[in-house]
């Protein structure tokens, strides 16, 4: 939760900023005039790229939380039963066709 939740405080801090900051505003040539739609429009051609690079290290973060709950569960004992775990998962999104191929291949790397 905390993943996401720092994603989207990123993303309305940005959404503030792009709306209100008369820098940016300036640079745009708009002087004191600060439409609320120019700063929507300047917020979703910042944000593409930049939210780019927030579901990246989300998906960094996750991997890694991923491998210590792994590496904690083998640590006691409990290896027979993650993989165990971890083969019904693949069984399930095998036959469940909404499942992304790259999901199924983390889930194998797992196992092994």
Sequence with gaps: YLQRFFGEAV??????????????????????ERPLIIGLE??????????????ASRR???ATAEKRADHFTKDKGLGGSLQSALEK??????KDQDMQPKGRDKILKRID
């Excluded at 309305?12 to 900051?21: A, E, R, V």
């Design 11 to 32: 993303t309305m801090f940005l959404l503030y900023q792009f709306s209100t900051n008369k820098y940016i505003f300036r640079s745009m040539g708009l002087g004191k």
């Design 42 to 55: 300047l917020f979703l051609i910042a944000y593409s790229p930049l939210n780019y690079f927030i579901e």
């Design 60 to 62: 960094a973060l996750i």
């Design 89 to 94: 998962i693949y069984a399930f999104s095998v």
